[in-house]
């Protein structure tokens, strides 16, 4: 969603954006959580996976008839569609643009977009071949990458947007650290009192802070030109 809004015109369309992204998360959440409740009531044989929940639901013509859960079905793959291919498209792009061509001389705009779209494919099939053996359920895998997200990007995202200072040591810090302790939170073992995207978000944000002290503030006269365009 955050990529989203760097394509929007004005700061008028941003505060819509804020609104009805908002919401839409809200109406959809308050969608989802009754089903859980449902399937309890609904579904007399405990499952030992939750990710069999919704496919359980779908194929008892008790609950659904089969058209019914053959549009269902349709609309959760064209959701998952929509969603993959914008994921895809931000990982491709940020690998070239961020990672492979930060040290290359500049290239035009149709190089770009071709070597985007080799690496568009290229993930893709990685996906796709993790898929055939999942190292977890759909429930555990989300958590896993709202976590990964919030331990890596919560510090240089929010304190970038509310804070002059910054360097790019102190981001790289951060992220490292908090991608570092969320995958070695679980073999401690006191993991389980607390859930391993805390201390991971504690760390990240303590690193940046502390070495965006301590370093050399990089940033250039863009940072203080948007800065002052955002407060008036």
């Known amino acids: 969603q955050l ?7 004005g700061d008028k369309s941003i505060a ?15 969608l989802l959580v009754p089903i859980g409740l ?9 499952l030992a996976d939750s990710d069999m929940v ?24 064209a959701a998952a569609m929509s969603s993959l291919d914008s994921v895809l498209l931000v990982m491709a792009s940020t690998f ?19 070597a985007t779209r080799k690496y568009v494919i290229a993930g893709a099939l990685i996906t796709a071949l993790i898929a055939l053996r999942p190292p977890g359920g759909i429930v555990t895998l989300t958590s896993f990458s709202g976590s990964l997200y919030a331990a890596c990007f919560l510090p240089a995202i929010l304190l970038g947007l509310h804070w002059r200072r910054g360097n790019s040591f102190a981001v790289c810090s951060s992220m490292v650290a908090g991608a570092v302790v969320l995958f070695l939170w679980p073999f401690l073992p006191f993991s389980g009192s607390i859930h391993r995207v805390f201390p991971a978000m504690l760390l990240s944000t303590v690193l940046y802070l502390f070495f ?13 030109t948007l800065f002052a365009h955002s407060s008036s």
């Not at 990529?3 to 015109?9: E, G, H, W």
């Not at 070239?96 to 071709?114: G, M």
């Open 3 to 9: 990529s989203r809004f760097y394509a929007i015109s």
């Open 16 to 30: 819509t954006g804020r609104i009805v992204s908002t919401a839409a998360f809200f109406v959809v959440y308050t």
């Open 38 to 46: 449902y399937a309890h009531r609904i579904i007399e044989t405990p």
């Open 54 to 77: 919704v496919p359980t639901l779908l194929t008892n013509n008790a609950v659904f008839s089969p058209l019914l859960s053959s549009f269902l079905v349709l609309a959760m793959v």
């Open 96 to 114: 070239h643009r961020d990672i492979i061509s930060i040290k290359k001389v500049e290239r035009t705009k149709e190089l770009h977009i071709r």
């Open 212 to 224: 965006t002290q301590i370093r050399e503030n990089t940033a250039d006269e863009r940072v203080d």
